[in-house]
RNA sequence: GGGGAAGUAGCUCAGAUGGUUAGAGCGCUGGUCUGUGGAACCAGAGGUCGUGGGUUCGACCCCCACCUUCCCUACCA
């Protein structure tokens, strides 16, 4: 049998799992400072939890099937959904306002590209229980430290609001379905303006309204409505420009009641500017819309600038309704995901190959008679916390032990035989090191070993951060 | 979902207008070298040429279908 693999399905090699974790780390590292506790669900839920609130595309992308009682089962779509579950489910037991991390498989019956998986790996966190845009903040204040904290250099949060952008559609008369104006907008960086355009009046059917809707029905604004609104997505700067065109587009001041879309964002440009966040990552984008149809406030992505081929490699925003359906109890809520699998692809960190150098030590199994004395030095190491692989057969000659070690990325090796046995001393050998470089290996007292490996170690990590550069 | 391109060794690819037994580089395994990894040299393994059908005396090459992958587009993480 031919060994194969779904598509839009992939392995890990050992090799590919070192970024994937380091990543991982940081973002469980950041939002457990943050007070956001584990939790863990499903990956296959009642079909009709999954069902609904998603979109009628989302909804077509569900892995279903009926299980041997009759059952219909789908898996998971995403984690939000499960966690308004879970929500609604215990939300006698659990503590508002309830801040969680879950990190977890996803599935989608999407057609598979670069950058798109049909299983892939979300890291989502979510707030629920309370209205404010503080916790809107504090999310995205949350996805920039992360990133930072990655080390991503380019990374753009997106920001918007969909109650600001119910407004002005209201606000300028316009009939068409919001969502429809949203998604058509939400590709004018793309595209440009003048398609948007086109699209927007009804001169330009695009056949991409294919599943999403009904109707593929041409819009049908004026072009006065059109271009009031092109102007308005046009609105872009520091939180500062965009808070005084903003005011002026509107006529209004930044304590308008009118409007509480408007309020909202007015009261969100002003909590992002306290947090004193570099405004070189963020960006108040008034053309992003997001597909999903639970989102009802603040919306928000992330991008990788240099990147965008990509697509967003985070997304998220908040949802007021998505509990309601489980409970009569209104528990709103706010949140994001992060994907994993696509920001390692775009990061481009995952090149399989070369096995990424470990902080281990390698000792060959040389001589049949002195095993005892390696898997002593072995245990001492371990004990340390350091991790020691002894070669697992004694058949094999030093030179093929040592190419093993090489190839499977060990830094060092701790050679102990006859010779050094009789002087009571362990030879080093460092493998990382350049072929001719001058002091290749050196002989430390067999007493002294622990010290000389950290040292060793020590300086190897040095070296492989001064080559990170 | 819509449009385009391509599938030959583990990887990257050669293979004139159809003609015996399908090649290279890298990688892999072994040896030169049972007390020392990367280099060099030598040898070896590895292919139903994506799959199935058709045209032909004869197909890796031409035709059709399917499968898979990649690029553009729509959408998402």
């Known amino acids: 049998m031919k060994p194969r693999i779904l598509k839009g399905f992939r392995d890990y090699l050992p090799m590919e799992?070192?970024?994937?974790?380091?990543i991982v780390d940081v973002l469980r590292d950041v939002f457990t400072k943050f007070g956001y506790l584990p939790l863990e669900t499903p990956a296959l839920e009642y079909e009709e939890t999954l069902f609904g609130e998603l979109g009628v595309d989302a909804n077509k992308q569900i892995y279903r099937f009926r299980d041997l009682e009759n059952n219909d089962i789908g898996l998971r779509f995403d984690l939000t959904v499960s966690l308004a579950r879970v929500v609604a489910q215990y939300r006698n037991e659990l503590v508002f306002p309830f801040r969680r991390w879950q990190i977890g498989k996803v599935w989608r019956y999407d057609k598979p590209k670069?950058?798109?998986?049909?299983?892939?790996?979300?890291?989502?966190?979510?707030?629920?229980?309370?209205?404010?845009?503080?916790?809107?903040?504090?999310?995205?204040?949350?996805?920039?430290?992360?990133?930072?904290?990655?080390?991503?250099?380019?990374?753009?949060?997106?920001?918007?609001?969909?109650?600001?952008?119910?407004?002005l559609i209201s606000f300028l008369e316009i009939k068409d379905e919001p969502i429809r104006v949203f998604r058509?907008?939400?590709?004018?960086?793309?595209?440009?303006?003048?398609?948007?355009?086109?699209?927007?009046?009804?001169?330009?059917?695009?056949?991409?309204?294919?599943?999403?809707?009904?109707?593929?029905?041409?819009?049908?604004?004026?072009?006065?409505?059109?271009?009031?609104?092109?102007?308005?997505?046009?609105?872009?700067?520091?939180?500062?420009?965009?808070?005084?065109?903003?005011?002026?587009?509107?006529?209004?001041?930044?304590?308008?009641?009118?409007?509480?879309?408007?309020?909202?964002?007015?009261?969100?440009?002003?909590?992002?500017?306290?947090?004193?966040?570099?405004?070189?990552?963020?960006?108040?984008?008034l053309s992003l819309a997001r597909g999903l149809d639970y989102y009802t406030g603040t919306v928000f992505e992330v991008i990788l600038a240099d990147k965008s081929a990509y697509g967003s490699v985070a997304g998220g925003g908040r949802y007021d309704n998505l509990v309601e359906r489980f409970s009569n109890s209104r528990l709103p809520g706010v949140g994001v995901a992060v994907g994993i699998d696509r920001?390692?692809?775009?990061?481009?960190?995952?090149?399989?190959?070369?096995?990424?150098?470990?902080?281990?030590?390698?000792?060959?199994?040389?001589?049949?008679?002195?095993?005892?004395?390696?898997?002593k030095l072995a245990a001492e190491l371990r004990e340390k916390g350091i991790v020691a692989e002894i070669y697992p057969s004694c058949d094999a000659s030093l030179g093929k032990q040592l190419k093993y070690a090489d190839?499977?990325?060990?830094?060092?090796?701790?050679?102990?035989?006859?010779?050094?046995?009789?002087?009571?001393?362990?030879?080093?050998?460092?493998?990382?090191?350049?072929?001719?470089?001058?002091?290749?290996?050196?002989?430390?007292?067999?007493?002294?070993?622990?010290?000389?490996?950290?040292?060793?170690?020590?300086?190897?990590?040095?070296?492989?951060?001064?080559?990170?550069?």
């Not at 001058?438 to 000389?452: N, T």
């Open 114 to 167: 670069k950058g798109r998986l049909r299983e892939f790996t979300q890291f989502d966190a979510d707030i629920v229980g309370i209205d404010s845009v503080a916790a809107d903040v504090e999310i995205i204040e949350l996805l920039y430290d992360s990133f930072l904290r990655m080390g991503v250099e380019d990374f753009v949060i997106r920001i918007n609001n969909r109650k600001l952008l119910s407004f």
């Open 184 to 285: 058509v907008l939400d590709k004018l960086e793309k595209v440009g303006r003048k398609p948007v355009k086109n699209e927007l009046m009804g001169l330009e059917k695009k056949q991409a309204f294919d599943s999403a809707f009904e109707t593929d029905a041409a819009m049908t604004l004026s072009e006065e409505q059109a271009d009031l609104l092109l102007d308005f997505t046009g609105i872009e700067g520091n939180f500062n420009a965009v808070e005084e065109m903003l005011c002026d587009y509107f006529s209004v001041g930044t304590d308008c009641t009118e409007c509480p879309g408007l309020r909202e964002v007015f009261e969100t440009l002003s909590f992002l500017r306290a947090r004193e966040m570099n405004e070189k990552h963020l960006k108040w984008d």
């Open 17 to 22: 799992m070192a970024t994937r974790e380091r």
């Open 407 to 469: 190839r499977a990325g060990f830094p060092l090796a701790l050679i102990i035989g006859g010779n050094e046995l009789a002087r009571g001393i362990v030879n080093i050998k460092r493998l990382w090191t350049d072929f001719d470089a001058a002091d290749k290996e050196i002989d430390a007292a067999r007493g002294d070993i622990m010290d000389a490996v950290k040292s060793e170690l020590f300086r190897f990590r040095k070296f492989k951060d001064s080559q990170r550069q």
């Open 343 to 375: 920001l390692i692809m775009a990061l481009n960190s995952d090149k399989a190959g070369t096995p990424e150098p470990r902080d281990a030590v390698f000792i060959p199994f040389f001589e049949r008679d002195l095993v005892a004395q390696y898997a």
